[in-house]
């Protein structure tokens, strides 16, 4: 079993930054060798993802239309990864899930342990 906590989330203005946090704890195991994922639901839209890192750090991906602004990283010392948010826009604006599961990818299918999210908002 892995826990997941975010943190970080908030209300920014246009152009603001944010860094999120993902704290996992639970299985040493699990959690130390789990891949991890930031995803985002927007308000009526369905979740997408954001941002991968695997478990050793080594590797991230960031979603294409993303990659200016944000980035990704892990401690893995702490056992926390991190978003950061850069030049925030309105449509930044959903609630931002961390998840934990076995495999690098994109498909939410593949991540059994998420977090309860916490809210981003960008007002203009």
């Known amino acids: 079993q892995v826990q997941l906590m975010e943190s970080g989330g908030g209300s920014v203005q246009v152009g603001g930054s944010l860094r999120l946090s993902c704290a996992a704890s639970?299985?040493?195991?699990?959690?130390?060798?789990?891949?991890l994922g930031w995803f985002r639901q927007a308000p009526g839209k369905k979740r997408e993802g954001v941002a991968l890192?695997?478990?050793?750090?080594?590797?991230?991906s960031i979603v294409t239309s993303l990659k200016d602004r944000f980035t990704v990283s892990r401690d893995n010392a702490e056992n926390t990864i991190s978003l950061q948010m850069n030049s925030l826009k309105p449509e930044d604006t959903a609630i931002y899930y961390c998840?934990?599961?076995?495999?690098?990818?994109?498909?939410?299918?593949?991540?059994?342990?998420w977090g309860q999210g916490t809210q981003v908002t960008v007002s203009s």
């Open positions: 890192i695997s478990a050793s750090g080594s590797s991230t």
């Open positions: 998840a934990a599961g076995p495999k690098f990818s994109w498909s939410e299918d593949d991540y059994p342990y």
């Open positions: 639970g299985s040493g195991y699990a959690s130390r060798n789990s891949n």
